[in-house]
């Protein structure tokens, strides 16, 4: 309790995760996924997330942005105990505060680009949300395609689209898992250029999960996961950063 | 909480704009509008075919109802129909003779009140080219069938006397609607009015005299009268209608009333099944934008808006559409019909169309309350790992609102609580049934894809692995092709049964009175011709005066006056009495045994069902009185006659040297086509004293309801059809759903297209066959019921129809199968789906 009271008092972060745990159960065994984590992200911050794959990046992506819940340990995004809090609540402080972009770009198939990424806009009931999404869908460079429906639309495209929409609401932290992970690499550096502008323009705190080591270096800090363990969390390279 | 969020509305109005336009709901749409449809158009359409073919078969007794007495009815029954405003005609029927100038004859008079006939024609020739539909003569006036022109020598304007009065000829009798088929109606037909009937004085106390009353109005109306009516009926009265009138028309009505009840059930089954997959589907193929929803922030609340009135506008769109298309569908129906039917001009039935906004409403709720339910439900991580939440659980407790929804269709459309209960735990026994064979059948094509090839082996590989599924699929399959071919069989075998009653060369004369001399004319211009014609039988009239010595006459004339039935009047007082060396066609053995064609024994063989109101056993000894003569004879077996075909039939045949001694007189019936009429007409001016009976129009009629019938039938198969395979390609969608993934993984993964498309062939191919199989199965064991129980059929096996289901089912699944995924294996873009 005094843990969480001094947490709370302290604004500047923004997620913080006390011996986080999660195992799935597996026909009769159960299988831990992670084991214990423990991690603080401050407002602002830009953190990538790397490991080989099955190590459990997204898992804990999904824990963090209280899509599920852990089997034991602490999660506060800002400041709310999302390990406490029922999947409504969850949605309510996913619509209040975070922004998500997924390793399958999962758009919403019978809606068209730019209804796509009016959807949150929508339910966070931000009014201008259709000149808002506009405007989005031309800094991704698809103002042409807003009426076309994802299957339309090439890999690359659709997350854009997906990347358009994270940003709609101008989220205190966006979530992305691979957000360049099927892109070519020209692409994938637009993308990644539009994120980091968030992160300067409005202060969003960033959590990528990444296997793209430029992008990773691209990140104020850089953590490591390894069969469902936190190996190394350097801060580095504060100041030698990006941008042109 | 529950305020509606205008944005949730919005958000769903968008979907379902987009979603309609890229026809991702035209499945569930189509459902929907085919069970609305078929509803509305099968309860009116074959309400109004039952209405109208009562309606026109009902002209065979001269009206709706018929109450045949042997007494005057008391007023108050009279007054009641008149309070109902029912229609009443009387008609008092005797035996009688009639006089003219110097020549007598023995008739049946018909006394008429003015109404009559209230149902059908009464045709009557008044002059050449004047033949009119008539009702009762005026006073004073006698119409005479043709035949009676030549025994009494007289003409019309000529005078002929009936009893103690005298009447004058103005018409002769083309058709009596309620004419009876009897052969041995005691004498050719003569119509007066009623009003006269007091001046010929022939009612006397102990005279046989038939009293009909003869009924017609509204259904309400008649259904009242008889309610009131038939709890005070004696013994002495009779109270019929068309179906239970016991003429050849009522078996083929009562059938085809149960015909048309059942398809229409089953018709509505497989529409309700239909909407059930694709409900199912619906729900499924809506989980992923659910989800991502959910991950964006929405609430439950906002999925549930967005949701359930994305629902409620489908439904309603589709059960609009559904009632448009189904009241088109009854109309055309109709109209394709207007030829046949004399339907009434009664389009629109609010009964049709409750039905129908009842059965789309109970199918919207109850079919998709588990999908939608699980449906708002999922779970936001089902973005992050797609097989994340268990759906694919058929969990029976789940299934209890559809289950619900199934029975109270089935209630509601059979009105029987009894039916409904044995078609539904019935058809819940044989679905686990099917259930079990299906998972058995996908273990045994463990064995065979062993020896086959790569594409077959990918196909079984995958049939096994989604055993579960499949199972369920095969059901669904099998339940379709089942419920048609059943339709299909008792379809077939109803008017193969109605036309095997009635072939082309039906006989359509009956000759009566033939001299022993005239038999071998007869035969040779039978011959001559090449006329279709029974065999000459030998009639005796004569008595049956004791049964083991027990002298019977009161017990049969009793019996006689009970509510007997047309053609039986007969006994009591004479019999036609024949004999025979081989026992006649269309009639067979039930007890005991035939004789020897050259025995000397005195047998006789009777018909059962008076031996059974006779009590008469094999061996009893039956005693005949012919004229002064008195003999005995042992009965050597029972009869089944079949009174339906048109032949002489008899109660009595004896074995050949009983009655040779007799003069007898023969008796034939034999088909006079068209173009044979005019020599068969002078063949007969040869021999003036032969009697002829003509059911030529009343065959004619007989054969015009069962056609229309048989195209009712037909129509109402089609609608079926058309709610079986939508049940097939929403089953065969919801599959490809499914599989859709796997496909492109295996796609990516360097499967070639051919291997892919073949081995999705093949997988169809061998659940449609699979499919048709076990569908086969089912509907020969539901048939053998039905068929026994309720058509009151002989079952037999319908190996032809094996065939057909199995290579259909295989063929229609299969194809379906392939039409569904050939986009979905040439895609390219494929990674999309990854
Ligand atoms: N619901 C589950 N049931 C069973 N196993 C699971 C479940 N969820 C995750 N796993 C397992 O946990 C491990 C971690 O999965 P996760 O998706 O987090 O890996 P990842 O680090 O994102 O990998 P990648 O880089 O390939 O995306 C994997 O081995 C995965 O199979
Ligand atoms: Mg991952």
Redesign the pocket.
């Known amino acids: 309790m005094v843990e969480e009271l001094a947490n709370s008092i302290n604004k500047n972060i923004v997620l913080q995760v006390n011996h986080v745990t ?1 195992q ?3 026909d009769d065994k159960s ?1 831990t ?1 992670l084991h214990g984590i423990d991690l603080e992200v401050n407002k602002g911050e830009t953190l990538a997330i790397v ?12 824990l963090l942005a209280g899509l599920d819940l852990p089997s034991s340990g602490e999660i506060f995004l800002k400041q709310q105990p999302l390990h406490l809090f029922d999947e409504e609540q969850r949605s309510q402080v996913r619509a209040k505060y975070v922004g998500f972009i997924f ?1 399958q770009f999962l758009l919403i198939n019978s809606l068209t680009a730019l209804e796509n990424i009016m959807v949150p806009a929508e339910l966070a009931q931000i009014k201008q949300a259709r000149s808002l999404a506009l405007k989005l869908l031309a800094d991704v460079g698809l103002s042409e395609r807003g009426d076309h429906f994802p299957s339309q639309l090439s890999g690359g495209e659709q997350q854009r689209v997906a990347i358009a929409r994270a940003f709609i609401t101008q989220p205190d932290i966006l979530f992305a ?2 957000p360049t992970g099927n892109l070519d690499s020209k692409t994938g550096e637009h993308i990644t250029d539009l994120l980091f502008q968030l992160n300067q323009q409005f202060g969003t705190t960033l959590v990528l ?1 990444t ?1 793209d080591q430029k992008l990773a270096q691209r990140c104020q800090r850089i953590i490591e ?1 390894d069969s ?1 363990n936190l190996m190394r969390d350097s801060a580095i390279n504060h100041l030698t950063s990006n941008l042109a | 909480m529950s305020f509606i969020q205008p944005l949730a509305i919005q958000q769903s109005l968008r979907l379902f704009r987009h979603e309609l336009r890229r026809g991702e709901l035209t499945i569930i749409f189509l459902a929907i509008v085919l069970a609305v449809a078929t509803v509305f158009s099968l309860t009116s359409f074959s309400a109004q075919i039952k209405t109208a073919l009562v309606d026109e078969s009902s002209s065979f007794i001269g009206a709706d109802r018929v109450l045949q007495t042997s007494r005057v009815l008391p007023k108050e029954i009279i007054d009641y129909s008149q309070r109902l405003q029912l229609n009443m005609a009387q008609q008092v029927l005797m035996a009688s003779m009639v006089f003219a100038h110097d020549e007598m004859q023995l008739v049946s008079l018909r006394a008429v009140s003015a109404l009559y006939p209230l149902k059908g024609q009464l045709l009557i020739k008044q002059g050449e080219n004047n033949i009119h539909a008539l009702h009762a003569p005026p006073r004073g006036e006698v119409w005479l069938a043709k035949k009676l022109f030549q025994s009494l020598a007289v003409k019309l304007q000529d005078n002929i006397e009936i009893g103690d009065a005298y009447f004058t000829i103005t018409g002769i009798i083309e058709q009596i609607p309620d004419a009876s088929f009897s052969v041995f109606t005691s004498g050719p037909s003569v119509i007066i009015n009623i009003a006269d009937l007091e001046k010929t004085k022939l009612i006397q106390p102990a005279s046989r005299v038939t009293y009909k009353y003869l009924f017609a109005g509204k259904p309400e109306n008649i259904d009242k009268f008889e309610k009131w009516l038939t709890p005070q009926l004696n013994d002495t009265q009779r109270w019929y209608d068309i179906k239970s009138s016991q003429s050849q028309l009522a078996s083929a009505l009562n059938r085809a009333e149960k015909f048309l009840s059942l398809a229409s059930l089953l018709g509505i089954i497989l529409a309700a099944v239909a909407v059930a997959v694709a409900a199912r589907r619906y729900g499924q193929r809506h989980q992923s934008s659910v989800a991502v929803f959910k991950a964006m922030g929405a609430s439950r609340q906002y999925i549930k808006q967005v949701y359930l009135f994305h629902w409620f506008i489908l439904v309603t769109l589709s059960l609009l559409t559904g009632l448009i298309i189904g009241y088109v569908i009854q109309l055309i129906g109709l109209w394709a019909m207007a030829d046949y039917l004399s339907t009434s001009s009664q389009t629109f039935s609010f009964y049709s169309l409750f039905a129908a906004v009842f059965t789309g409403i109970i199918c919207a709720l109850a079919f998709a309350f588990e999908p939608l339910q699980t449906l708002i439900r999922t779970s936001p991580l089902k973005v ?2 797609e097989n ?1 939440s268990p759906i694919n659980r058929y969990s029976l407790l789940k299934q209890i609102p559809a289950l619900a929804a199934l029975f109270i269709l089935l209630w509601f459309f059979s009105q029987d609580l009894y039916t409904s209960m044995v078609l539904f735990f019935g058809g819940i026994v044989v679905i686990t049934l099917l259930l079990l064979l299906a998972r058995l059948a996908m273990l045994f094509s463990k064995q065979v894809g062993s020896q086959a090839g790569q594409a077959l082996q990918l196909a079984l590989a995958n049939l096994r692995r989604r055993a579960n599924e499949n199972s369920v699929q095969l059901v669904s399959f099998t339940i379709a092709i089942k419920l048609l071919l059943l339709l299909l069989v008792i379809k077939s075998e109803l008017i193969n049964d109605w036309q095997a009653q009635l072939p082309d060369n039906t006989a359509n004369r009956f000759l009566i009175n033939i001299s022993p001399e005239q038999v071998n004319h007869l035969k040779h211009f039978i011959v001559e011709n090449k006329l279709a014609a029974s065999k000459a039988y030998p009639v005796v009239p004569g008595r049956l005066v004791a049964i083991n010595e027990e002298k019977i006459q009161r017990k049969v004339t009793k019996e006689n006056e009970d509510k007997s039935n047309q053609g039986r009047q007969g006994i009591g007082r004479e019999l036609n009495l024949t004999w025979q060396k081989k026992l006649p066609i269309k009639n067979q053995i039930i007890a005991g045994e035939w004789w020897q064609e050259n025995t000397d024994k005195f047998l006789v063989s009777v018909e059962e069902k008076l031996a059974k109101r006779l009590a008469i056993k094999i061996g009893d000894k039956l005693t005949f009185q012919l004229g002064a003569d008195i003999f005995t004879v042992t009965v050597a077996n029972l009869r089944k006659v079949n009174w339906q075909s048109l032949q002489p039939n008899f109660y009595m045949i004896f074995s050949p040297n009983v009655l040779a001694e007799f003069p007898a007189t023969y008796i034939a019936s034999l088909y006079i086509p068209a173009e044979k009429e005019q020599q068969f007409r002078l063949f007969l001016s040869q021999y003036p004293t032969i009697t002829l009976l003509d059911v030529d129009a009343m065959l004619r009629q007989l054969r015009t309801v069962i056609s229309q019938v048989s195209l009712a039938i037909e129509f109402i198969l089609v609608l079926v059809v058309l709610a079986g395979s939508l049940v097939l390609v929403a089953q065969v969608q919801a599959t490809m759903d499914e599989r859709q993934r796997e496909l492109a993984i295996l796609r990516t993964l360097g499967a070639k297209g051919r291997l892919l498309r073949n081995s999705i062939l093949y997988e169809f191919l061998a659940l449609g066959a699979l499919a048709g199989l076990l569908a086969s199965l089912a509907m020969e064991v539901s048939l053998y019921f039905l068929q026994t129980q309720l058509f009151e059929m002989s079952p037999r096996f319908h190996g032809e129809f094996w065939l057909i289901a199995i290579a259909s089912g295989s063929v229609f699944v299969g194809f379906m199968g392939m039409l569904s995924c050939w986009k979905l294996i040439n895609k390219t873009a494929l990674y999309h789906q990854i």
């Open positions: 999660k799935v159960k597996l299988l996924i490991g080989s794959s099955g190590s459990g990046k997204t898992t804990l992506l999904s390793q898992d691979e999960v296997h996961m469902g | 992050i790992r994340d």
